[in-house]
């Protein structure tokens, strides 16, 4: 299986914190995605990280990808009670044209 | 900001009926997928679809399930006879290239209700 992981799967954190979320995989990826899912909405995409790549960021947002350990971290500094949402990784397998998609991690931000 | 767009946002259904969910992809986009999240779980991909014929798809995804791509901008997918466990969200999503190469972009779903 190619599933990826999130862990934590709930995290709690006051406004104005860093949130750290964690995704692992288990196969040769060639890119991994983070999504954003308001309740019940659509996955918004928040940022891509090839696998010849090791940080990346994106506004508030810094992406690890570390393939030797297949694992990719998300980043969110200086949180708003905004980023109140479920992020998940996704991966894609090589040769194959699709996503696996992590159970997500459930981001809450207290005021 | 180009966005995937489905209708409709949520449909009620009754056990056996057939069911069409529609998607406008984005316009310079080739590859189109549907993929499901029944409530509380993760995201399940069912199919990707390029250059007018499903390139793969998943165990989900069998005889009762159909896409097409009518004309030059629809994306739909099809559920011929639909059951309870067919209850979920489904999400429209485009790439422009492979999910390999380039980012996929969801539509907001929509909400399948079978009863």
């Known amino acids: 299986s190619q599933q990826g992981e999130e862990d934590p799967q709930a995290l709690s954190i006051q406004e104005g914190e860093n949130a750290t979320m964690n995704c692992s995989y288990k196969?040769?990826?060639?890119?991994l995605q983070w999504y954003r899912q308001n309740s019940g909405r659509g996955l918004v995409h928040l940022i891509l990280?090839?696998?010849?790549?090791r940080e990346k960021h994106s506004g508030r947002l810094r992406v690890t990808l570390d393939t030797s350990k297949k694992s990719s971290s998300l980043l969110i500094t200086a949180s708003r009670a905004a980023d109140t949402a479920s992020y998940f990784c996704?991966?894609?397998?090589?040769?194959?044209?699709?996503?696996?998609f992590g159970q997500g991690t459930r981001l809450t931000i207290n005021p | 900001e180009p966005e995937v767009t489905q209708t409709p946002s949520h449909q009620v259904t009754q056990m056996g009926q057939e069911v069409i969910l529609r998607c406008v992809p984005i316009?310079?986009?080739?590859?189109f997928y549907w993929y499901r999240q029944i409530l509380g779980q993760k995201v399940e991909f069912l199919v990707s679809?390029?250059?007018?014929?499903?390139?793969?798809k998943s165990e989900i995804f069998d005889d009762q399930f159909s896409v097409e791509r009518p004309d030059g901008s629809n994306f739909t997918l099809k559920i011929r006879s639909t059951k309870l466990e067919d209850s979920a969200m489904y999400f429209c999503?485009?790439?422009?290239f492979g999910t390999g190469i380039t980012e996929a972009f969801f539509g907001q779903g929509t909400r399948l209700t079978v009863v």
């Open positions: 999503a485009s790439s422009e």
């Open positions: 196969t040769s990826i060639n890119n």
């Open positions: 990280i090839r696998s010849n790549e």
């Open positions: 996704a991966t894609d397998a090589e040769g194959a044209q699709k996503l696996v």
């Open positions: 316009s310079n986009h080739l590859y």
């Open positions: 679809f390029y250059n007018n014929e499903i390139s793969e």
